[in-house]
């Protein structure tokens, strides 16, 4: 039972360009949600966050919006630039009051083309 | 200050065989977690602990355990290695127990059976 949905594999901008990359959510218990960036052969850098108490939160060129009806959730980058080609997770935590636990998504892989 | 430092990076072992490896936290982060990355099941996860307490678990056999010591160090092992637990294990760090935060990822040990 997949629980977090990225259901693009990959895709494919242009460097300056906007990229959106996409995540659904089965659980209406998850509260928390967090974004990834990962290269091959090392572990998942943290981008971004967003509580489900808010419905966009930004951070430099990386915008996260959720809207919890929909159970989605996207990241927007702009400018896309080329060294933001990696493979994006989408992760969320269902836990309050503490707790640890993440559920991810299975990637994205975003190529920033020039 | 220094990231989450997993060893060894990589390690060969037959089935049958025990592993251990080990994870060292970003210093005053009390939680650990430890996540398996496979390319058929994505990012999984295995258990966290906190202040030398599991207090999460994943859907794993008993074959996959950890533990945490007192300084934050955790070690997880897997008994009875089979073929299928070839993977990428990765552990992430937090700093704080009450409430959602990012995890900090380590670069992760390549687990390769044979």
Known sequence: ?114 | KAGVTQTPRYLIKTRGQQVTLSCSPISGHRSVSWYQQTPGQGLQFLFEYFSETQRNKGNFPGRFSGRQFSNSRSEMNVSTLELGDSALYLCASSSYAGMNTEAFFGQGTRLTVV
């Open chain 1, 1 to 114: 039972d997949q629980q977090v949905k990225q259901n693009s594999p990959s895709l494919s901008v242009q460097e300056g360009r906007i990229s959106i990359l996409n995540c659904d959510y089965t659980n209406s218990m998850f509260d928390y949600f967090l974004w990834y960036k990962k290269y091959p052969a090392e572990g998942p850098t943290f981008l971004i966050s967003i509580s489900s108490i808010k419905d966009k939160n930004e951070d430099g060129r990386f915008t996260v919006f959720l809207n919890k009806s929909a159970k989605h959730l996207s990241l927007h980058i702009v400018p896309s630039q080329p060294g933001d080609s990696a493979v994006y997770f989408c992760a969320a935590s269902a836990i309050p009051g503490g707790g640890n636990k993440l559920t991810f998504g299975t990637g994205t892989q975003l190529k920033v083309e020039l």
